[in-house]
Structures are given as C-alpha cells and as structure tokens.
C-alpha cells in the first residue's frame, strides 16, 4: 500500500496518470489530516470537486489520528526547531502517520524533505 499526502492526492485528482500507474494494484492510504485539507479546498470550489474527492477517498484507507501519532508529531516539531526548521504542523501530523503506518509515502511537498531528516519515512517526490 502507499500512502499519499494531500499534494499527492491532488495530483492523482487531477489525473497524474504515473502517479495512477504507480498505484494501480498497491492500494493508496491518506491520513485523517489529508481528508479534512481535500475537502476543504473542494468545499471552496463546488460541488463536481467534492464529488470527485469523495470519489477518491472511497477507494483509500483513511488512518485516523491516534494519541501516539499526535505524540510523535509533537516530538518532530520539537526536532525540528532544535534542528532550525519549522514546519506547517499538518505536514507534521502527516509525515508521523506515515511514519507509524510504514508505508512508502509519496509527495511533492519539498517540505517532506526536512521532516524525513528526523522522521523514520520512505520518502519518495513525485
């Protein structure tokens, strides 16, 4: 299975055909954090994006947040300033689910690369 961030997942909607292929059999995984920010940004542009949204995420596995993803991710944030780096803390939330799931974890959120220096993912930039 992959797990996707919510650049991933647009890129997908948007019909990234080597995003398509790559996932075709695999499965694809989101966390709870990726479906509040999709469906967010399609509330704002109607009703065919939210369907299209909805459509996707029916075919994922949603990881929900759980205390020690929340626990991990406070730990990131806290290395990550230590290390001079701060980062949007639903990246943070997401790269700890991805991290507790061991999934490899697909983006194009360059962010990811500093929060791979101190989280455990299989980072991989579409």
């Known amino acids: 299975m992959l797990f996707f961030d919510t650049s991933a997942a647009i890129a997908w909607l948007r019909g990234d055909e080597l995003l ?7 499965g694809v995984a989101v966390s709870a954090i990726t479906v509040y920010e999709l469906l967010w940004a399609a509330k704002r ?7 299209a949204v ?19 991710s406070a730990h990131l944030k806290a290395e ?14 997401i790269a700890a689910t991805a991290e507790h799931e061991n999934l490899r974890f697909l ?5 990811f690369e500093d929060i791979a220096r101190f989280a455990d993912i299989d980072l991989h930039l579409i």
């Not at 542009?45 to 369907?51: L, T, W, Y």
């Not at 983006?107 to 962010?111: L, Q």
Request: glycine content about 12%; some cysteine.
């Open 45 to 51: 542009k109607g009703r065919k994006s939210q369907d």
């Open 107 to 111: 983006t194009s959120d360059k962010d």
């Open 20 to 26: 398509k292929a790559e996932a075709d059999g695999e």
């Open 80 to 93: 990550l300033l230590a290390g001079g780096k701060d980062k949007p803390m639903a990246g943070i939330l």
């Open 54 to 72: 909805e459509l996707f995420l029916d075919g994922c596995a949603i990881i929900p947040l759980s205390a020690d993803i929340a626990r991990r």
